[in-house]
């Protein structure tokens, strides 16, 4: 339910949006096991919780919620560390869930360390050629550490229309 729920705000099929209109969503905020750290001492290992969230925004130019031929989407996650330790070496990564067809973008944004209470941010570009077919996309995005994952993955959708008359 909650996917079906997410396809349907990231698509813009939701009341009350209007034409162009960035839409959004949210992950959940959780504990992610524990960072080990040591003590100032460097000796006795102290446990410290991680806690990343984050916010999502997809954009494109027309503001018709479609990547048109020729036009480059922007993917805007937002990461915030509200744990007790910094976060080390972060990466985000966008994972297709079928491959796209005419449509480039990088994959992956180095984001590196968030201190405690700062935010962060990794821009994704999603371009389509001049023959991008009509389809939708879907992708995962997965945040994680050198270790392990380190926020809940979530789910993006967006459509690509090709041009009229082809």
């Given at each position: 339910m909650k996917r079906l729920l997410l396809c349907v705000l990231v698509l813009g099929l939701g009341a009350g949006h209007a034409p162009g209109q960035k839409?959004?969503?949210?992950?959940?905020?959780?504990?992610?096991?524990?960072?080990?750290?040591?003590?100032?001492?460097g000796m006795a290992p102290v446990l410290r919780t991680r806690v990343i969230s984050y916010d999502f925004e997809f954009s494109e130019p027309s503001g018709n919620k479609s990547l048109d031929p020729r036009e480059t989407g922007r993917l805007r996650v937002v990461l915030t560390n509200s744990g007790k330790v910094t976060a080390k070496s972060i990466v985000v990564r966008v994972i297709p869930l079928s491959a796209p067809v005419e449509v480039s973008y990088n994959d992956s944004i180095t984001v590196g360390d968030i201190p405690v209470n700062a935010t962060r941010y990794a821009i994704f570009y999603f371009s389509a050629t001049d023959a991008v077919p009509s389809q939708i996309l879907t992708f995962q995005i997965d945040i994680h550490d050198p270790l392990e994952t380190v926020a809940d993955s979530r789910l993006f959708t967006f459509l690509t229309r090709e041009r009229s008359g082809r």
């Open positions: 839409v959004s969503g949210r992950s959940a905020t959780g504990a992610f096991t524990v960072a080990v750290t040591r003590d100032s001492a």
